[in-house]
Nanobody, 122 residues
Framework: QVQLVESAGGLVQAGGSLRITCTAS????????MGWFRQLPDEEREFVAG????????YYADSVKGRFTISRDNAKNTMYLQMNSLKPEDTAVYYC???????????????WGQGTQVTVSS
């Protein structure tokens, strides 16, 4: 069974930076397309960024393009999301996602992490 564990999020001021990580176990990490989603209360979960199995071809939502960077280290079974120039509207619960069949857009998700809160104050 694949388990995805996110690092703790946090509280950061607008314009600041934060990095969150996702560590996977129970699967061959390099066989999984990985990504990040986020969700506000009473809203649907939205795609943030995805990355291919090799780490090439990162793919971003327009709302975070140029500010967020997704990466992965297959030797460490870990994926990263570096978030810069954070805005209050980036406040959400961020979820790690993985799938063994999907591409970088992660149109199907086989596994979810538990979520981590990121709060950006104005």
């Amino acid at each position: 069974q694949v388990q995805l564990v996110e690092s703790a999020g946090g509280l950061v001021q607008a314009g600041g930076s934060l990095r969150i990580t996702c560590t996977a176990s129970g699967a061959v990490f390099s066989a999984l397309a990985m990504g990040w989603f986020r969700q506000l209360p009473d809203e649907e979960r939205e795609f943030v960024a995805g990355i291919s199995r090799s780490g090439d071809n990162p793919y971003y939502a327009d709302s975070v393009k140029g500010r967020f960077t997704i990466s992965r280290d297959n030797a460490k079974n870990t994926m990263y999301l570096q978030m810069n120039s954070l805005k209050p509207e980036d406040t959400a619960v961020y979820y790690c996602a993985a799938d063994s069949q999907s591409g970088v857009a992660l149109t199907s998700i086989g596994y979810w992490g538990q979520g981590t809160q990121v709060t950006v104050s104005s």
